[in-house]
């Protein structure tokens, strides 16, 4: 029998499976579920557009916690149809979308621990759970509205830079926290009836095992503003910041939230409703799973820039180097190691508005790489943000140009300026190094693109596959299971199979001075332009 791991990754718009043999490192099968277009998913209230519930006000974004349940049903379903051989999963393993939660009343203990009885299988979960939730939505990353909350947590740590240093991050508007206290606030009857508090990583493994109080893991747990980075515990200054004036206070908040683990943790075994059901071996063991970007970085050890239509700068640290300006988040990956988290919002998406100024379609990349080709690095000044931005926090602005609009001038100008913003606004918790930066999505896979990151940051350049959450969780899994055994657990020869590696591109001597000088230039002119 082989051994597989599977990883699940529940993310804004689907739910992914990748199954890996743990012993031949290789993938074996992928499958993905979209929950607007898939008939069994797309009746539980979202709009199929936006993927979550109508909100009721701007800021709010919920989706509807049945549809995790119908998801899984509907996976391991096909999974089983597709021929997969279930019964030789020996771990399964979770990625959620980080800070998304579900708020689970008092019944939700016995509802879960039905699960572990075979005779749960003639029911579907969407039947077994129908009444455990007391919040009837979960509030997802999208959250926006929760700007006094944030501020009350900040408050609570002594402002900003105790925040930081504090959580790893300056409390955003996003995180579990911040939410958990504005549903208090509005919706005092719900949050008085909620006797548990539950990330959708571990709201998934504590259906799988069925058990709904499974730990949370210190990697999603640094995405709550509720947690001491350093210590890796519950943090008693954040908790009272955001229970202050909520039924119960400070100890009823507390008691909300489930103990805290390693992402490595075995939290139980496959409940009998999927081993009835699907046909999981009763012996599979489940991981308490992490959030979507934790489970993503488990890929590469170092430094790894995304390149998609955001981008991401994930930053190996030491734990204690945090980005004091506050652009980006300290976190824990899926294997437990330290990382910083920048995400920019005006990524590729941007590039592809400028080509199609000129007419260019979204996936007609040619003209764009024949003027890369023709345009020497660094020669170009082109800004454009059509989205408020995060990184640094600045607000949205038209095009600014240096020279005649033309597709020659306002591409080479664009990709240059917007990874110069990723580059310079990462600097507060970068090392200088000789190391390899490794980088990924579509833009990768253009030379003269690699090229221009190998002079921006002075470092060999790592093109790699296709990096995604739910290969990353599947490789984390098979880690827990092999450390569970006793066994080996090497990451980086466990990633290094599943995830092809291009050699690495030098810098160019002459590009890197180039850019040093473009660098002040471009910090100048957008410090300029967006007032800061």
Known sequence: MSRLSLGLDSSTQSLTAVIIDIDTRKVVAEKSLD??????????????????????????????????????DAMCEDLKKDGIPLHEVVAVNVSGQQHGHVYLSGKADEAFASLRAAASAQKTLTEILADVFSYGTAPIWKTSNTADQAEDLRKSAGGKQKMITLSGSDSPLRFTGAVMRRVGQQFPRCYEATRRVQLISSFIPAV???????????????????????????????????????????????????????????????????????????????????????????????DLLSLGTSFVNMVATDGATFDMG?????????????????????????????RALYNVGKKDYAPGEEVLEKTAPGTGMVMWQPYNESFPPSKAFDLYREGKASLA??????????????????????????????????????????????????????????????LGTAVSGAIAFLLSKGENADTEALSGGVLPRQAPVAPVMQDVDVYRTYLQKFEAAYRKITGM
């Open 35 to 72: 929950y607007a277009a898939d008939p069994r998913l797309n009746s539980w209230g979202i709009d199929l557009k936006e993927y979550i519930v109508p909100p009721r006000e701007a800021g709010e974004a919920d989706q509807p916690p049945k549809m995790f349940l119908a998801s899984l």
């Open 208 to 302: 799988l095992c069925g058990n709904a109080a499974v730990p949370v893991d210190v990697g999603n747990g640094c995405g709550m503003s509720l947690m001491d980075y350093k210590a890796k515990t519950w943090s008693p200054a954040l908790i009272k910041g955001a229970a202050r004036g909520l039924p119960g206070g400070k100890a009823a908040f507390a008691e909300k939230l489930p103990p805290l683990c390693s992402p490595l943790t075995i939290v139980g075994t496959m409940s009998a409703y999927f081993v009835e059901k699907f046909g999981f071996s009763p012996d599979c063991s489940v991981v308490a799973g992490s959030g979507d970007n934790p489970q993503t970085k488990v890929l590469i050890k170092g």
């Open 326 to 354: 506050g652009y980006a988040n300290g976190m824990y990956d899926g294997a437990g190691r330290p990382f910083m988290f920048g995400c920019r919002t005006n990524g590729a998406m941007v590039w592809d508005r400028v």
């Open 409 to 470: 001038n306002d591409y080479p100008g664009i990709v240059d300026s917007t990874l110069a913003a990723m580059y310079l606004y990462s600097r507060g918790f970068s090392r200088d190094t000789d190391e390899p930066i490794f980088v990924t999505g579509g833009p990768a896979s253009s030379p003269r693109i690699v090229r221009r990151i190998a002079g921006i940051w002075n470092r060999p350049v790592v093109t790699i596959g296709s990096v995604g959450a739910g």
